[in-house]
């Protein structure tokens, strides 16, 4: 229990630092990904970016908001556009799975302004505002489960067709924490009231997530610097 | 003639945009520089696919058209294109290990 004393007691430093350390992970996996995609044109890779440019808008914006506007109505706003984008990151990353069932190999020109992105824009929006009306995360929770359970089947069905490739498998892996850390984000926010070794338990899986992410990107684009010296 | 399954006719029909572009780009890269009509055939394309490929290719700078003074068309790798040939193994590994 003296260690999460200890992290509650300076809580804004590691609110800090876990947001520079997913922020420097989502930027790296943007970054890695954008060369990729800039090759490629590859839509896949192209949503896949796009979700951690969200997930590193959601905390980067939520920690600098937090800085200016701590006090009044604007708690409720920096909520809004945290779950806004982490909505958005969501829906990203499941379409990238789905991407090739909407639309042609090809592509459509812009990956962030279309009628399909619209339409998620606009369902974050409702889900942000409803959550503001009611006081609550339930309507973004809720949602995330969905979209994580829809990713894991997906994930699963890949990892099921080509059993050869052990990264699938750890993708699947990383989608079902995923999953986890809503869930128990939803349990600890309603049943526990954000009992405080709940919320530092899932920021620590949260971690983790990110850096599985990033070691599968990084692992990827390893090779790549290989093939460049070889 | 053993039947194929309908998902490996599917397969076989059906090329990943990715295949067709490296498939192009190595048999320019292959010949330093290529006729229009013999990549035509090295891409094994109908003709229509075959010209929104190359104007694609040419629009992103992956190949140029070539002139002569006899007015001869051929067709080059440039460095862009030669870098994704390279790095071509890296995309494909990536959207296969992320099921993309």
Redesign the interface.
């Given at each position: 229990m003296y260690l999460y004393d200890f992290v509650w007691a300076n809580k804004e430093i590691f609110k800090l630092v876990y947001t520079l350390i997913i922020g420097l992970i989502c930027f790296l996996i943007v970054l890695r990904?954008h060369r990729?995609f800039k090759?490629?044109?590859?839509q896949?890779?192209r949503?896949?970016r796009n979700a951690f440019f969200f997930y590193g808008l959601a905390f980067v914006m939520r920690y600098i908001l937090g800085l200016y506007f701590l006090e009044g109505l604007y708690p409720f706003f920096i909520r809004g556009v945290f779950e806004f984008f982490l909505i958005m990151a969501g829906f990203s990353l499941l379409y990238?799975?789905l991407w090739r069932k909407f639309e042609p190999?090809?592509g459509i020109h812009s990956s962030l302004f279309n009628l399909r992105f619209a339409i998620f824009y606009l369902l974050a929006l409702i889900v942000a505002v409803l959550d503001y009306l009611w006081g609550s995360y339930f309507f973004m929770f809720l949602l995330q489960i969905i979209l994580f359970i829809s990713a894991s089947i997906?994930?699963y069905v890949?990892?099921k067709k080509?059993k050869k490739?052990r990264?699938?498998r750890l993708?699947f892996i990383v989608i079902i924490l995923n999953l986890l850390a809503w869930l128990a984000n939803f349990l600890v926010a309603t049943f526990f009231n954000w009992q405080r070794e709940g919320v530092i338990s899932i920021y620590v899986l949260n971690i983790l997530i990110f850096f599985l992410f990033l070691y599968?990107?990084m692992n990827?684009?390893k090779?790549?610097e290989r093939?460049?010296n070889g | 003639m053993q039947q194929k399954s309908k998902r490996e006719q599917k397969m076989a029909k059906k090329r990943?945009?990715?295949d067709v572009i490296k498939d192009i780009l190595m048999a320019v890269r292959e010949n330093r520089s290529i006729k229009p009509t013999r990549l035509l055939y090295a891409s094994n394309l109908s003709p229509q696919m075959f010209k929104e490929y190359i104007n694609?290719l040419i629009g992103?700078s992956f190949i140029k058209l070539d002139i002569n003074k006899n007015e001869k068309k051929t067709f080059s790798l440039t460095p862009k294109g030669n870098?994704?040939l390279?790095?071509y193994?890296?995309?494909e590994?990536?959207?296969?290990?992320?099921?993309?």
């Open positions: 990904t990729l090759l490629s044109f590859h896949g890779i949503y896949f990238s799975l190999e090809r997906i994930s890949n990892y080509s490739n990264f699938l993708y599968g990107v990827a684009t090779k790549q093939a460049e | 990943e945009r990715l694609e992103k870098n994704f390279e790095e193994r890296v995309i590994n990536f959207i296969n290990n992320f099921g993309l």
